[in-house]
C-alpha cells in the first residue's frame, strides 16, 4: 500500500531549532536531550545538524567554514541559509520546544512508515514479522507519550516476574551491566590492575588474579592520562610473557572529554556502538569530565549518565580513582576514594590498593552491593610479565585481643590508662608494629581512646598522650595527681 500524502513534518521547527543553536550555544546540550540528527525530515538540516554539534564554538563563521571543508555548504544553502536559520528563531529560549515538535513529528513518521509496512504485509506477511512489526508500531507509541510508570510489585507478583539473577564478568567484583571502581594512591598499581582485568577478559583467562573466575567480554578502554606508547610497552609485555593473545580489546587514548557536555556524550555512544563493547573502562575519572568531584549534584549528573549508558547499551563501567589526601581520620580504604561521598553510593563494588611497594600490594574489598566482600588479600606485580600475581590472604598482625595484651603488659597498676609513649616502646620491644601503625590502631579501636593531658597537669611540665581503656578505669574516677604518684 503505498500514499502520496507528505508525511508529518515542521520545516519552520526544524529551522528554528538550527537557528537556536547558532545564536545561543548553551541551548544545544538541552536540544541534544531531546532530539539527534535522526529527527529531522529535511536532509539538509541533518547535515548542518551533525556539523553544528561537531563544533566547540558554533556561530555562521564557524558553521560555514566546517560546511565548506566537507564541501557542503553550497549544497546546503550558502551562508545566505545559515543567516535564514538565525532570522527564524522568535527567542532561543524556546529552542526545546521547537526540538518537541520536530520530535513529535519524527515519531508520527515513524508510526505511519511502521503501519504502512504493517498492512502491505498483512494478508500474506509471515506471522512472527506482523506480530515483531506491531510491536515496533506500540513501541514508538509508549515511547513518545508520556506513559505513568508501571504500579508496584506485591511479593507473589515479585517472586513470579522473570527478573534475571545478578551475572558477573568477575565473581564477586565486576557485574554484568554493573559499576565498579579502582581506587588507590598514586603509585601504587591501580592502572595495573585495569589493565590486568582487561586482558584476563580478552585472552580466554580463567581466573582473574588467580582468585576469581572469568567470562570473557569486549573491552573498550578509554585512556585519558598515559598515552599510547606507555599502554604499548605495557600491554606487549603482559601479552607475550603470558603467550596470551588478546580478542576485543580496543585501546583510545585521548586526553581529554566531558561527559556532562552532549556532543562528548554522543561522540562516546557512537564508540561504544560500533565495536559492541560490553565493558567500558574509563582511566581516570577525573579525566572524563569537567565538574567538581566533590560536588553531590555534580557527582550524581555524571553517575547519572553513566547509568544511562549502562542500560542502553548493556555494558559495564569500570572507573580509576584517585585517592585524596590522608588526613588524621583516614589512611586507606573506602573513605580515601577521591570526590564526593556519591561515588561510593554509586558503584557496585569498590576495590582498593595499598602498598609500600610493588611486592606487597595489599588489595581489598570497600564495598560490595550484591554479595559478601572478598576477604583483603596480598599481590605483588612481577617486573617481567606486569602481571599483579597471588602472594598470600591478608591477616592482621595486630587484632583487638593483640592490643588488649599489649596494654595489659604496659598497665602494671591495673588503672586502665597508660602513657602512649610507653605503650609504643613496648610494642616497639615486642616487634608488633611501628609506633605510627600503634597510634592508628588506637584510633580505630572500640575498646581503647585517647586522652590530650595539659602541661599544667602533667607532672612532667609537658603535653602528655595517654591511652584509656574504655572499660577500666576511667580519668573520672580518680584524680590525676593520684594517677600521677602511682605511674
Known amino acids: 500500500m503505498t500514499t502520496d500524502k507528505i508525511p508529518p513534518q515542521n520545516i519552520k521547527a526544524e529551522q528554528a531549532v538550527l537557528g537556536s543553536m547558532l545564536l ?17 525530515y529535511a536532509d539538509k538540516h541533518k547535515k548542518i545538524f551533525e556539523a553544528i554539534i561537531s563544533l566547540k564554538v558554533v556561530d555562521i563563521i564557524t558553521l560555514s567554514e566546517e560546511l565548506r571543508n566537507k564541501n557542503l555548504l553550497d549544497q546546503l544553502g550558502g551562508v545566505s541559509y545559515l543567516a535564514e536559520l538565525e532570522l527564524s528563531v522568535a527567542t532561543p529560549e524556546s529552542a526545546c520546544a521547537y526540538a518537541k515538535i520536530v520530535k513529535e513529528k519524527n515519531v508520527r513518521r515513524k508510526i505511519i512508515n511502521d503501519a504502512t509496512a504493517l498492512l502491505d504485509s498483512a494478508e500474506e506477511g509471515d506471522l512472527k514479522e506482523l506480530a515483531e512489526k506491531t ?37 564477586n567484583v565486576l557485574q554484568k551491566k554493573g559499576r565498579l571502581i579502582i581506587s588507590a594512591a598514586m603509585n601504587n598499581c591501580k592502572t595495573f590492575l585495569a589493565q590486568n582485568l582487561a586482558l584476563s577478559l580478552t585472552t580466554g583467562k580463567t581466573k582473574f588474579l588467580d582468585k576469581f573466575d572469568i567470562e570473557p567480554a569486549g573491552i573498550y578502554y578509554l585512556d585519558l592520562e598515559s598515552g599510547y606508547s606507555s599502554f604499548k610497552v605495557r600491554l606487549k609485555t603482559m601479552v607475550e610473557n603470558e603467550g596470551l593473545e588478546a580478542k576485543d580489546f580496543k585501546i583510545k587514548y585521548r586526553p581529554y572529554i566531558n561527559l556532562l557536555d552532549k556532543r562528548w556524550q554522543i561522540w562516546l555512544e557512537n564508540e561504544v556502538s560500533k565495536f559492541k563493547t560490553q565493558v567500558l573502562i574509563l582511566d581516570a575519572t577525573s579525566e572524563v569530565w569537567e565538574g567538581d568531584e566533590n560536588s553531590d549534584k555534580d557527582v550524581r549528573a555524571l553517575c547519572r549518565y553513566l547509568d544511562d549508558l549502562i542500560n542502553k547499551f548493556d555494558l559495564s563501567v569500570v572507573l580509576i580513582n584517585h585517592w585524596r589526601k590522608q588526613t588524621k581520620g583516614f589512611t586507606d580504604g573506602a573513605e580515601m576514594t577521591s570526590g564526593s561521598k556519591k561515588w561510593l553510593g554509586w558503584t557496585d563494588c569498590l576495590v582498593t590498593l595499598k602498598g609500600d611497594n610493588a611486592n606487597s600490594i595489599i588489595i581489598k574489598c570497600g564495598k560490595s552491593r550484591n554479595c559478601l566482600k572478598f576477604e583483603p588479600f596480598i599481590t605483588k606485580l612481577n617486573p617481567e610479565s606486569l602481571w599483579l600475581e597471588f602472594v598470600a590472604d591478608f591477616k592482621k598482625k595486630i ?19 597508660v602513657q602512649l609513649c610507653k605503650l609504643k616502646e613496648q610494642a616497639k620491644a615486642d616487634e608488633l608494629c611501628s609506633p605510627n601503625t600503634l597510634t592508628k590502631l588506637i584510633e580505630e579501636s572500640s575498646g581503647f581512646e585517647r586522652e590530650e593531658v595539659s602541661k599544667s597537669r602533667s607532672k612532667s611540665g609537658k603535653k602528655e598522650v595517654w591511652v584509656v581503656k574504655k572499660l577500666g578505669l576511667s580519668v573520672a574516677d580518680a584524680e590525676s595527681s593520684e594517677i600521677e604518684d602511682l605511674l
Open 135 to 171: 510491536e515496533s508500531i506500540s513501541s514508538n507509541i509508549r515511547d513518545s507519550s508520556s506513559e505513568t510508570e508501571p504500579s508496584a510489585m506485591d511479593l507473589k507478583e515479585l517472586f513470579e516476574s522473570k527478573i534475571p539473577p545478578v551475572e558477573y564478568y568477575i565473581s
Open 24 to 40: 545561543d550555544n548553551e541551548k544545544i546540550n538541552k536540544i541534544l536531550e531531546i532530539i539527534d540528527s535522526s529527527c529531522f
Open 399 to 417: 587484632t583487638e585481643e593483640t592490643l588488649v595484651a599489649l596494654f595489659a603488659k604496659v598497665d602494671i597498676t591495673n588503672l586502665g590508662k
